[in-house]
């Protein structure tokens, strides 16, 4: 793969990978590495981010859909296959659709994103907000959430998520 073809590139234990999909960037050998977004992603559909930990940089650019379905970054699975990704923006205005944590540690560094938030039906892991500005927060797993959030900017907050069983 070369560089103008790459919509990721990865570097990782001293090397450089390129990507044409940024699903294929979190491997195991890319652990421990940081994943950069050279392109912006369009194409609706999840990214599920487990083992790590990783960087995403969105490094100014935009994660967002041109269809219904949205571009969801999901840390970890509900299996309880777990995920830990750090999210930065080193450019600017890079923006990412949908973050999510199913399983897993998710740190948001800075950036602007529609959504982050946890799902209520499996969620276990943390959510670190270092600053960035999220459209609408939600803490399903907690009865916590709210619309507008704004920036977080005033230093680290940390929501810590458990698995809630509903029965029927």
Sequence with gaps: MTEEDAVVKVEADGQTRYYK??????TD???DGTVTLMKDVTNG????????????????CDMSSVSEDSVTVTVGK????????TVKDSGTDGRLEKLVVE??????GNGSFGFVGDNASSCIGSINFKGGHADEFKINSR???????????????????WRRFVRG
């Design 21 to 26: 999909a940024i699903d294929d960037a979190f």
């Design 29 to 31: 050998e890319n652990q």
């Design 45 to 60: 559909h999840t990214i599920y981010v487990t083992g790590g930990p990783y960087i995403l940089d969105l490094n100014g």
């Design 78 to 85: 509900a299996d309880g296959d777990k995920g830990n990704l």
């Design 103 to 108: 399983s897993g540690s998710l740190t948001v």
């Design 143 to 161: 009865g916590y959430w709210t619309d507008g959030v704004g920036n977080f900017v005033d230093g680290l907050r940390t929501f810590v998520l």
